[in-house]
């Protein structure tokens, strides 16, 4: 695989986490709460193959093989940054909206 389709699996695969982490937190507004943990399932195996993807470019570079730093990789990364980001905070609303569930 050449360094633009690394880029766009870290791209896609990075917004479709994204994507159904936003999913899943709807599902957890609707009290759907094992849709929602499926949902994040599905965020996490999609930010799996972004990550490693990324890792593999962190080893080459650490080994030697440098790789061209271009707007589409900042691009690539920023995408990556927040599906993280974007992920980490749908497990917190997913458990308040739990809890939240528990006591009304």
Do not use: P, W
């Not at 609707?30 to 490693?52: D, G, V």
């Not at 980001?85 to 809890?99: A, F, G, N, P, Q």
Request: include cysteine.
């Amino acid at each position: 695989m050449d360094l633009e389709q690394i880029i766009f699996v870290i791209i896609t695969s990075s917004g479709d986490a994204k994507s159904y982490c936003m999913e899943a937190m709807a599902f957890a507004r609707n009290n759907e709460f094992i849709k929602a943990k499926e949902y994040i399932k599905k965020a996490e195996k999609e930010l799996l193959k972004a990550h490693e993807q990324q890792t593999d470019l962190i080893q080459k570079e650490a080994g030697g093989k440098k790789t061209e730093i271009s707007l589409l990789m900042i691009h690539a990364q920023d995408h990556l940054m927040n599906a993280i980001t974007v992920k980490d905070l749908s497990k917190e609303m997913i458990h308040m909206y739990e809890k939240l569930d528990n006591i009304l």
